[in-house]
């Protein structure tokens, strides 16, 4: 049996009651036992059994067909006949609270159909084809998206490989996670018959998994249940404070949030706005964080007001007429309306507060906004009205159903879900995904959107954008600025993803690291798993390429060469001439390594040589703050030029040697070469390069530039070596 129910007469754990909210009354069960126990009702009788059902029903769908939930409480009520809930009333009572609780949030025919049936194919011999046969291939499909599979054939695997099925089949239809939401609300209002340690295991289940989906698909009326049933159960002495705290608070002569609530509807009711007020308490897990968060409760904590009207623009003139008639608390408000939950939540959120202190917290919404916040997906009705004649033939190419209510959330757990085979690993990462419960939405610069959890990086938004092709992701731009792939998003931010030309690029092992989606974590992985790490060698290049050779040659050359930019010596003074002084020697600075046509200008240094710095050099100015003696220099008529050039650049394999052959076509000699380890996938490189015509500098920075991966190129300046001139 996939459900279970408590007897009040029974000794053993019964889950204490959690505060009930205003017209959603619970199941009569003692009721529902006798009337099942009647039978069917004659054809083209409603079955009393089913009658608050319907009456609930009609009160969201006033031309609902019910002939349909005649037959399918009548094929339910057969089917079930003579199997018992362990509490000893009959089965078919759980099938008509479900009914009921998804009646109350306003589902549809065809889900109520569904959950009737919901434990027939399961339970009974009535097969998936007889449901089809009978009620269409809609409940047919509802029906199979929440049939568990079975032990016998899953062994240790069948809940994990269960949910993995119903995932999949909420996301061509949301209805089929919005009936298990609901048979897991009932079987955990009727969990107390169950022993301490099932109890512990389902709710820790319901906690983990149920919960969080049920946050992500807005259904907060169900959410907030859930959550008061778990406390209750693994919490048992906090939920006990709890209640206490909750039953001193109704104690109490005054009510202050009534009183709040007195004084917003004269002052609506004064600036002519139609609107209701009402006063909204907090279920006992809300209680208990506030409590925790803030320490003592006032009266107006237990609660908040709700401010329901009829137009999205009455909205913002309840917000203004409240701001301006009480005292706004600034730090709380909050627009959900123009810029919405991605759970589909939409309200205005602010506070009011008065001179003895109490505040009270004020949503603000209308009447259809309140109706989404409540039932979520399952308020949207079904996601498949009949097509038109047009969209008829625009499907027909196309059998595949696209659900419009499928949210991006559900996308990426659908796409990672299929790279987890394994049943444990996919059990681990779906908790760990549904516990990243805030998300952030971020733009792509052709305008398309990426919604991706609160604390993602861009390495996750790489995976999230190119999938596996994300490997050849070398670097992004956020908000026009350039960052590194471990760059934490933020929400709004725009997302540029910089991709590599080559093939044969690979991610970064310190990727992992930064990767927050289990989408980017599980393809990171796999390739990992299929290019194990080679071997480390000995004497290890500056940087794990084929490219990383030349650098390391050009820098065993730079040992013996006195031209790097870390040992400058004295260079061939003819392309210098100093004024008043023709036979001084000449050097060129190496922490500006300056070049014909640049400005420069020249100090006498210890041993009568004249060292030569662009005007621009950071050591000029504290040269003669020293009192160096400053010399009037001017280039003489030879082009060549030595420079050093630093370049800032992503790690990625094959970089240094192309590189190296970018600057080869420019006719540079590399002197001397410095590779320093990547840190956070950025590597500095250093070059010191020989130039037949200084002429030729702007074009050989510009082709460095253009080599994929580098996103920097500049002349050195080196700070350090600057302060350090000989005296």
């Known amino acids: 049996m996939s459900a279970e129910a408590t007897n009040p007469a029974t000794p053993g754990p019964v889950v204490p009651a959690t505060p009930r909210r205003r017209n959603r009354p619970r199941i009569d069960l003692r009721r529902l036992v006798g009337a099942a126990l009647l039978g069917p009702a004659s054809r083209g009788r409603l079955p009393d059994a089913i009658g608050h059902v319907v009456e609930v029903h009609r009160a969201h769908h006033p031309d609902a067909d019910l002939e349909t939930l005649r037959r399918a409480y009548v094929l339910a009520e057969s089917s079930h006949r003579g199997q018992m809930r362990k509490s000893g009333e009959p089965y078919i009572t759980h099938p008509l609270a479900v009914t009921l609780i998804l009646a109350e949030l306003g589902a549809e025919t065809t889900t109520l159909t569904a959950s009737l049936l919901h434990d027939t194919v399961e339970d009974t011999d009535v097969t998936l084809d007889q449901v089809g046969e009978q009620f269409g291939a809609e409940v047919r499909y509802l029906v199979d998206?929440?049939?568990?599979?079975?032990?016998?054939?899953?062994?240790?695997?069948?809940?994990?490989?269960?949910?993995?099925?119903?995932?999949?089949?909420?996301?061509?239809?949301?209805?089929v996670m919005s009936i298990k939401l609901a048979d897991r609300l009932h079987n955990m209002r009727t969990l107390g018959v169950m022993r301490p340690e099932k109890q512990a295991r389902i709710a820790k289940v319901t906690r983990d998994v149920l919960i969080p989906l049920a946050e992500r698909l807005g259904v907060q009326a169900l959410k907030t249940e859930l959550e008061d049933l778990v406390f209750a159960i693994l919490h048992p002495e906090e939920y006990e404070r709890t209640r206490e705290l909750v039953v001193e608070n109704a104690s109490r002569a005054d009510d202050p949030l009534a009183e709040f609530a007195d004084a917003m509807r004269a002052i609506l009711r004064d600036a002519g706005?139609?609107?209701?007020?009402?006063?909204?308490?907090?279920?006992?897990?809300?209680?208990?964080?506030?409590?925790?968060?803030?320490?003592?409760?006032?009266?107006?904590?237990?609660?908040?007001?709700?401010?329901?009207?009829?137009?999205?623009?009455?909205?913002?003139?309840?917000?203004?007429?409240?701001?301006?008639?009480?005292?706004?608390?600034?730090?709380?408000?909050?627009?959900?309306?123009?810029?919405?939950?991605?759970?589909?939540?939409q309200s205005l959120h602010t506070a009011v507060a008065r001179e003895d202190g109490q505040v009270a917290e004020v949503l603000i919404r209308t009447h259809q906004m309140h109706k989404v916040a409540e039932a979520g997906v399952v308020a949207l009705g079904n996601p498949y009205p009949a097509p038109s004649e047009e969209q008829a033939r625009e499907r027909a190419a196309d059998e595949e159903r696209v659900d419009p209510t499928r949210p991006g959330w559900l996308s990426r757990l659908l796409d990672w879900q299929e790279a987890a085979p394994d049943p444990d690993t996919f059990w681990s990462t779906l908790r760990e995904d549904l516990a990243q419960d805030r998300e952030i939405t971020v733009f792509r610069p052709d305008g398309g959107t990426l919604g991706l959890p609160e604390g993602a990086t861009c390495v996750?938004?790489?995976?999230?954008?190119?999938?596996?092709?994300?490997?050849?992701?070398?670097?992004?731009?956020?908000?026009?600025?350039?960052?590194?792939?471990?760059?934490?998003?933020?929400?709004?931010?725009?997302?540029?993803?910089?991709?590599?030309?080559?093939?044969?690029?690979?991610?970064?092992?310190?990727?992992?690291?930064?990767?927050?989606?289990?989408?980017?974590?599980?393809?990171?992985?796999?390739?990992?798993?299929?290019?194990?790490?080679p071997a480390e060698p000995e004497d290890p290049a500056p940087v794990g390429d084929p490219g990383a050779a030349k650098a390391a040659e050009a820098t065993a050359r730079s040992a013996a060469d006195p031209g790097g930019a870390d040992a400058p010596a004295p260079r061939p003074g003819a392309a210098v001439t100093v004024v008043g002084r023709p036979d001084a020697t000449v050097r060129l600075a190496g922490c500006c390594t300056p070049v014909p046509l640049d400005d420069v200008t020249g100090f006498l240094v210890r041993g009568g040589v004249v060292t030569v710095h662009r005007a621009e050099c950071d050591a000029?100015?504290?040269?003669?703050?020293?009192?160096?003696?400053?010399?009037?220099?001017?280039?003489?008529?030879?082009?060549?030029?030595?420079?050093?050039?630093?370049?800032?650049?992503?790690?990625?394999?094959?970089?240094?040697?192309?590189?190296?052959?970018?600057?080869?076509?420019?006719?540079?000699?590399?002197?001397?070469?410095?590779?320093?380890?990547?840190?956070?996938?950025?590597?500095?490189?250093?070059?010191?390069?020989?130039?037949?015509?200084?002429?030729?500098l702007p074009a050989l920075l510009r082709a460095m530039r253009n080599v994929p991966g580098v996103y920097d190129v500049d002349r050195a300046q080196h700070h350090a070596q600057a302060s350090a001139e000989p005296a």
């Open 273 to 345: 706005i139609q609107a209701e007020v009402l006063i909204r308490p907090r279920h006992f897990v809300s209680v208990h964080r506030f409590s925790r968060k803030r320490g003592r409760m006032r009266g107006s904590d237990f609660g908040r007001l709700l401010v329901l009207v009829n137009e999205d623009a009455d909205c913002y003139a309840v917000l203004g007429e409240l701001h301006t008639c009480m005292t706004p608390v600034v730090s709380e408000f909050k627009d959900f309306i123009a810029v919405p939950k991605f759970n589909l939540y």
């Open 145 to 175: 998206g929440v049939t568990k599979l079975e032990k016998v054939d899953y062994g240790a695997a069948a809940e994990p490989e269960t949910f993995r099925k119903m995932l999949v089949a909420t996301g061509n239809d949301v209805r």
């Open 620 to 696: 000029v100015a504290r040269m003669a703050g020293a009192g160096r003696e400053e010399v009037d220099v001017s280039w003489g008529d030879t082009t060549g030029c030595r420079v050093t050039l630093v370049a800032e650049s992503f790690g990625r394999a094959h970089l240094l040697a192309d590189l190296t052959e970018a600057m080869a076509l420019e006719g540079a000699e590399i002197v001397s070469a410095t590779v320093e380890p990547p840190s956070q996938q950025r590597v500095r490189h250093t070059y010191t390069v020989q130039l037949p015509d200084a002429a030729r």
């Open 460 to 533: 996750d938004a790489a995976y999230a954008q190119y999938g596996e092709d994300a490997h050849a992701c070398i670097g992004a731009r956020v908000n026009g600025r350039l960052a590194t792939l471990s760059t934490v998003l933020r929400d709004g931010d725009t997302v540029q993803l910089l991709m590599g030309q080559d093939p044969a690029s690979e991610p970064s092992r310190e990727w992992l690291e930064h990767a927050h989606t289990p989408a980017a974590r599980i393809a990171i992985q796999r390739w990992l798993a299929t290019h194990p790490a």
